[in-house]
């Protein structure tokens, strides 16, 4: 893996050859939790049992950007061995630890894209280096200075590519039973938490059988 300091640009979509995700197996019997209408910026989309692609399976991707033409987001939960500071020098003193690229999906994965929960809630001017996707996380232009960052956000995480879904593939997914939607909070993307872990905490905060899920093995095929 070979980061580079630049973004992706939002305007752009994921071809239908970059889809995320795959169907659940057929001998796991269905969950659907959530359907396309739920997905937003700021939403989790929650592998469940049955989706045994190896890429996704106990996978928690933050959403940051939905709309008819497709979905992006990054998989939450995956640090690299790759330091943020052999490649990014200045921005891995605003990092929370590990100070290192989290792998953020197979699509661009030489890629750098980077998300901070920032402390104030006044407005941003123009060239803060700062977009907002939902709430207190906003996406940050790696070509900023990291120097004028320093006190306005509370951490950040850098992610190497991201997952994306082309029209109508999450929807399909979806419908098939492959991930639950729920709601997503900042500090999902700045928890010390990873694998499994965070995949069991982000259901234990549900209800009804979404949250019994959270006893089960996140990737049933590691079994």
Same mark, same amino acid.
């Given at each position: 893996m070979n980061p580079v300091p630049s973004s992706p640009d939002p305007e752009r979509r994921p071809a239908a050859e970059q889809a995320a995700g795959r169907r659940r197996s057929s001998d796991v019997p269905a969950l659907s939790v959530g359907c396309l209408d739920d997905v937003r910026p700021g939403s989790l989309l929650v592998a469940l049992p049955g989706l045994v692609d190896p890429t996704?399976? =106990?996978?928690?991707?933050?959403?940051?950007?939905?709309?008819?033409?497709?979905?992006? =987001?990054?998989?939450?939960?995956?640090?690299?061995?790759v330091r943020i500071g052999d490649v990014l020098p200045g921005w891995s003193e605003l990092a929370v630890a590990p100070e290192v690229f989290h792998i953020g999906g197979p699509v661009e994965a030489d890629t750098a894209l980077c998300l901070a929960t920032r402390r104030g809630s006044d407005p941003?001017?123009?060239?803060? =280096?700062?977009r907002q996707v939902a709430g207190a996380v906003h996406l940050v232009d790696l070509d900023s200075d990291p120097d004028e960052l320093d006190g306005e956000i509370g951490g950040l995480r850098v992610f190497a590519g991201y997952a994306g879904w082309s029209h109508g593939q999450l929807a399909d997914e979806l419908a098939d039973g492959a991930w639950a939607c729920v709601t997503g909070l900042p500090g999902d993307l700045l928890t010390g938490a990873s694998g499994p872990e965070l995949w069991r905490s982000v259901l234990r905060r549900q209800s009804g059988r979404l949250g019994v899920l959270s006893t089960a093995p996140a990737d049933p095929s590691a079994n």
């Amino acid at each position: 893996m070979n980061p580079v300091p630049s973004s992706p640009d939002p305007e752009r979509r994921p071809a239908a050859e970059q889809a995320a995700g795959r169907r659940r197996s057929s001998d796991v019997p269905a969950l659907s939790v959530g359907c396309l209408d739920d997905v937003r910026p700021g939403s989790l989309l929650v592998a469940l049992p049955g989706l045994v692609d190896p890429t996704f399976a =106990g996978a928690v991707v933050y959403v940051l950007d939905h709309a008819d033409t497709g979905t992006i =987001g990054v998989v939450l939960g995956r640090p690299s061995e790759v330091r943020i500071g052999d490649v990014l020098p200045g921005w891995s003193e605003l990092a929370v630890a590990p100070e290192v690229f989290h792998i953020g999906g197979p699509v661009e994965a030489d890629t750098a894209l980077c998300l901070a929960t920032r402390r104030g809630s006044d407005p941003l001017p123009a060239d803060s =280096g700062l977009r907002q996707v939902a709430g207190a996380v906003h996406l940050v232009d790696l070509d900023s200075d990291p120097d004028e960052l320093d006190g306005e956000i509370g951490g950040l995480r850098v992610f190497a590519g991201y997952a994306g879904w082309s029209h109508g593939q999450l929807a399909d997914e979806l419908a098939d039973g492959a991930w639950a939607c729920v709601t997503g909070l900042p500090g999902d993307l700045l928890t010390g938490a990873s694998g499994p872990e965070l995949w069991r905490s982000v259901l234990r905060r549900q209800s009804g059988r979404l949250g019994v899920l959270s006893t089960a093995p996140a990737d049933p095929s590691a079994n």
